[in-house]
C-alpha cells in the first residue's frame, strides 16, 4: 500500500530559524548580488573584480566581450555579468542543465543533461566551440563555469562515444566516486577537459570566473578545468577505475585510451598552469557557510562548525554530526551545528534520493526520540540527486511520521528511497533552482527549551 502525503509538521520556531539560516547561505553565493557589488569598471578603463583586472579595456568603440561557459547556475552568472558591463557588446553561449535556462540579452543559452551528458551536452558544445574559435580574436572572453560544468560542456576524445563518456559517468556516481576522482577520468576522456580551452582563448584578453562546488576550490576541478592546467595523468584515471574496481565493466574504448596514454602512444593533458587564463572564485561553500553562522548568530543560536570541505561517506558523517547535535541539545543555550562540503553515496538500491536527503535520514535514526532538536540537509543548487528536491529536514520525531505513513525507514535506507520517506512525512525541501552551486549545507540546531529549567 502506498503511502499518502502528509500534511507538514508543524512550523515551529527551529524549522522556521533552518530556512532563514538556509536563505541567507544562499544570498551570500548569489552570482548576480555578488557581481552588483564587486564588478567594476567599463569599456574604455576595463573592468577588474574584487579590485583585481578581469578584462582590458576595448580595443574599437563596440568590441563585443564573449561569454563562454558551462553549469548548472551558469545562466545566472551571465546575467549577472550581463548587468554590469553597462556599455558594452555581450555575445555568447551558454550550457545549463534541463530545467536550469535564464533568459541573458545577447547570450544563446542551452539545456543539457546532467549528472550523466546527453546528446544536447555534445551539440552544445560544438556549437560552443565553433562560436569561440570564429569569435575569440575579435573581442575579450569571459570563460564562466559552475558546479555541472562537467557534464554540460561536453567533447568525447577521438575513439571515445558519448555513451561511452556516459557509463563510465554512471558507473562512477554509483560507486561513490568523489568529484576529484570523477573529473580525473572524465579529463582523460574528453577534447575540452583539463585545459582544453587554452588554445582558442586569446591572451591578455580572456579570462575566468567561476563559481565553486568542489574540496578546497581547485580550480582544476571545478568544470574539469576546461581553461587551466591539469596535474593530473592518464595514470591516475586507471587509478580511480582500478580502486573502484570498474575495470571490467567500463567500456575497452576507454581502456585502451587511459593505457595508450599510460603508454604515451596518447598526448597527456596540458599541465601548463602559467598558460591558463586569470581564475577569480565568484562564491564558494565557505562564503555561504560563513553567511550560515552570521545568521545563525543574528538569530540567538551559538554557532559551531562540525566541519569544512567535508568529504567522505554520507553514513559516517551524518551520525556523528547528529551525535554532536545530540550532546548541544543537552545544554540549556540554544546552538547551531553548521557544515559544508560534497559527501559521497554508494547507492545500492533502487529507490529515489540524493546524499542531502539520505544525510537526513540517517541522522534522524540517531536523533530519534530527542527532543528540541532539528536539522536540515540540503543542496545549495536546489537539487539533490535526480530528485525535484534540495534536501530533508530532521528532528526527533521524523521516524514516528514515517512509521504513523506505514513506512519502514530501515527499508528506506537500505534501499536509498530517501525521497519517498520524506514525501510522506512533508519533511522535503524544495526550492527549484537557485541559480547558485557551492555544494551542500548541514544546519542542525537546538532550542535549549528541554534543559532550561
Known amino acids: 500500500m502506498k503511502a499518502r502525503p502528509a500534511p507538514p509538521p508543524p512550523f515551529d520556531r527551529l524549522r522556521a530559524d533552518l530556512l532563514a539560516i538556509h536563505r541567507a547561505a544562499l544570498r551570500a553565493a548569489d552570482p548576480e548580488r555578488i ?19 578581469l578584462l582590458p579595456p576595448a580595443r574599437t568603440r563596440g568590441e563585443p566581450v564573449f561569454l563562454f561557459g558551462a553549469g548548472k547556475a551558469a545562466a545566472a552568472l551571465a546575467r549577472g555579468v550581463r548587468r554590469r558591463l553597462a556599455g558594452e557588446v555581450v555575445r555568447g553561449r551558454i550550457i545549463v542543465k534541463h530545467g536550469h535556462r535564464l533568459e541573458v540579452p545577447g547570450v544563446v543559452v542551452e539545456e543539457a543533461g546532467h549528472p550523466v551528458p ?18 575569440a580574436d575579435s573581442g575579450r572572453v569571459l570563460v564562466l563555469l559552475t558546479g555541472g560544468a562537467s557534464a554540460l560542456l561536453v567533447a568525447p576524445a577521438a575513439g571515445i562515444t558519448l555513451e561511452d563518456k556516459s557509463r563510465v559517468s554512471s558507473l562512477l556516481l554509483a560507486c561513490g566516486a568523489d568529484i576529484h576522482e570523477m573529473n580525473t577520468v572524465r579529463k582523460h576522456l574528453s577534447a575540452v577537459k583539463g585545459g582544453g580551452l587554452i588554445p582558442l582563448l586569446p591572451s591578455g584578453r580572456a579570462a575566468a570566473l567561476v563559481i565553486s562546488d568542489v574540496i578546497g576550490d581547485q580550480l582544476t576541478s571545478i568544470g574539469s578545468g576546461p581553461a587551466t592546467g591539469d596535474p593530473t595523468t592518464f595514470g591516475d584515471a586507471l587509478g580511480v577505475l582500478e580502486k573502484f574496481a570498474l575495470l571490467e565493466q567500463v567500456p575497452e574504448a576507454v581502456i585502451a585510451r587511459l593505457r595508450g596514454g599510460v603508454a604515451g602512444t596518447v598526448a597527456e593533458t596540458p599541465d601548463a598552469p602559467g598558460e591558463a587564463v586569470p581564475h577569480h572564485i565568484v562564491a564558494s561553500n565557505a562564503h555561504s557557510l560563513g553567511a550560515a553562522g552570521e545568521e545563525a548568530t543574528r538569530l540567538g543560536y551559538r554557532a559551531e562548525i562540525f566541519g569544512r570541505d567535508l568529504a567522505g561517506e554520507v553514513h559516517r558523517t551524518a551520525r556523528g554530526f547528529a551525535n554532536r547535535l ?40 540517531t536523533l530519534e526520540g530527542v527532543p528540541g532538536v532539528a536539522l536540515l540537509a540540503a543542496g545549495t543548487d536546489g537539487t539533490d540527486g535526480p530528485t525535484d528536491a534540495a534536501g530533508a529536514f530532521a528532528d526527533g520525531e521524523s521516524l514516528v511520521r514515517a512509521r504513523q505513513q506505514g513506512l519502514d525507514p530501515e527499508a528506506a535506507l537500505r534501499d536509498n528511497d530517501s525521497w519517498s520517506l520524506f514525501r510522506a512525512t512533508g519533511d522535503l525541501l524544495i526550492t527549484g533552482p537557485t541559480g547558485t552551486n557551492v555544494m551542500d549545507l548541514m544546519v542542525g540546531l537546538t532550542s535549549g527549551e528541554t534543559n532550561a529549567d
Open 326 to 365: 545530540a550532546v548541544l541539545g543537552a545544554d540549556p543555550a540554544p546552538a547551531a551545528l553548521l557544515a559544508g562540503g560534497e559527501l559521497t553515496l554508494k547507492v545500492t538500491g533502487h529507490g529515489r534520493g540524493g546524499r542531502s536527503q539520505e544525510f537526513a535520514l540517517v541522522a534522524a535514526e
Open 35 to 53: 557581481l552588483e557589488r564587486d564588478l567594476r569598471g567599463d569599456a574604455a578603463s576595463g573592468w577588474t573584480f574584487r579590485g583585481q583586472p
Open 118 to 135: 546527453d546528446v544536447h551536452s555534445v551539440e552544445a558544445t560544438k556549437r560552443l566551440l565553433a562560436d569561440l574559435r570564429e569569435s
